[in-house]
């Protein structure tokens, strides 16, 4: 699954890939819900490959977290 999170002043998004399906994506959802609502002061995220990624939460713009079984298709195939 793959989550984007906007950065205030900052040109580039960051994106994470994390592994997990619906209660993976409803532990990320109350993360971020956590952290915008002055919970936490950061947002941590761990990745596929076990790094952890945070972001200060006052610096959060926005986050869209995808499906947790989509597929990227390249090129004109269906």
Not at 21 to 49: N, Q
Not at 56 to 71: H, M, P, R, T
Request: proline fraction near 0%.
């Amino acid at each position: 699954m793959e989550i984007r999170i906007g950065v205030t002043q900052a040109l580039r998004e960051i994106v994470v890939e994390v592994d997990g399906g619906d209660k993976e994506r409803a532990k990320i959802k109350a993360s971020v819900e956590a952290a915008l609502s002055g919970a936490t002061d950061t947002l941590w995220l761990v990745d596929k490959k076990g790094r952890e990624v945070g972001v200060a939460s006052a610096k959060v713009a926005y986050v869209e977290i995808g499906s947790a079984d989509s597929d990227r298709k390249i090129g004109f195939g269906d």
